[in-house]
């Protein structure tokens, strides 16, 4: 699993911080390394020899940028492919923009986040006053 560093949205947590909530996330995973990475996905599949992206769909707007996504990856690295997996029906809404508000506005988000995640996000937002 790879966490990129600089996304380009609004993230509560570092890199090294989500790399530390998603390692605990996959911790029963034997097999599931996570780390940072900088540039394009297609040159870290790359450099650690995978040949093959897995990535998340929720709804159709994903698919669309996902599917700009896959052309773009397949036009500079035609030998990674790409795999997409459905979300589940009740994670179909879930947006981490969405729990970030929800949180925010003081909702609990521990159903819709691992306990780990929730209880970190209730101390960032304790952090920064909100």
């Known amino acids: ?16 911080e989500r ?15 996570v780390s940072t990475f900088q540039g394009l996905t297609v040159d870290v599949a790359r450099e650690t020899g995978a040949t093959l992206i897995i990535r998340g769909l929720r709804a159709g707007s994903d698919f669309e940028n996902e599917f700009e996504m896959f052309l773009m990856n397949k036009n500079l690295a035609p030998d990674v492919e790409a795999m997409y997996m459905m979300s589940n029906l009740q994670w179909q ?7 970030k508000e929800i949180a925010q ?14 209880a970190a996000l209730a101390t960032k937002l304790r952090e920064i006053g909100l």
Do not use: C, I, W
């Not at 990129?4 to 509560?12: A, L, M």
């Not at 809404?93 to 729990?99: D, G, M, N, T």
């Open 105 to 118: 506005l003081g909702a609990d988000v521990r159903d819709l986040v691992p306990p780990h995640v929730a």
């Open 1 to 16: 699993m790879a966490v990129y560093e600089s996304p380009p949205k609004n993230v509560r947590f570092t890199a090294q």
């Open 19 to 33: 790399v530390t909530l998603f390692r605990e996330a996959v911790k029963d995973f034997p097999n599931v390394e």
């Open 93 to 99: 809404f879930l947006s981490s923009a969405r729990v």
